[in-house]
């Protein structure tokens, strides 16, 4: 989900509910603590140089059981943070408060914002060998498998 797309579901709402991967609902008296610019430049182990840029919100749920974010607020929270996000219509992450700070996607269903699971990927799988997941059976993966002095990740 990107900003405009969020922009656009938060007006249409009456309230504002997140849910986990697990289907679980956040409390209802979450806060959104932050909304920040993430930029990560890298390089992959491919050697490839590479630039992510994501607009971050930061859910946090504090003992004031009676705090509920109205819809307009968050909007109105969003719009302040136009000068650090800039005109660029960015992708979101959402870190919230697990065991330690998870990171998901987002997504909207109509009625709540579901934070979507994240996972971590090789960027440079033809460097390292890596065959593709669908034509292959669990044996040769393992085969395929990045070796200490294959040159790989």
């Not at 065991?99 to 460097?127: E, H, N, R, Y």
Request: hydrophobic share 40%.
């Amino acid at each position: 989900m990107n900003i405009s797309e969020m922009k656009q579901a938060l007006t249409g709402l009456s309230a504002v509910s997140f849910r986990l991967p697990t289907g679980e609902q956040l409390p209802p008296h979450f806060h959104v603590t932050e909304v920040g610019l993430v930029s990560k430049h890298f390089v992959d182990c491919g050697g490839v140089e590479r630039r992510e840029t994501v607009a971050n919100f930061q859910l946090w749920e504090a003992g004031d059981y009676d705090h509920r974010l109205a819809p307009q607020k968050f909007l109105h929270i969003l719009n302040l943070s136009d000068k650090i996000l800039g005109s660029e219509d960015l992708a979101i992450e959402v870190e919230y408060q697990q065991a330690t700070i998870g990171k998901f996607g987002l997504t909207f269903d109509g009625t709540d914002f579901l934070l979507t699971a994240k996972q971590t990927a090789c960027l440079a799988q033809d460097a390292c060998g890596i065959p593709d997941a669908q034509q292959i059976a669990l044996p040769q993966l393992q085969m395929a498998a990045c070796t200490p002095s294959g040159g790989c990740c």
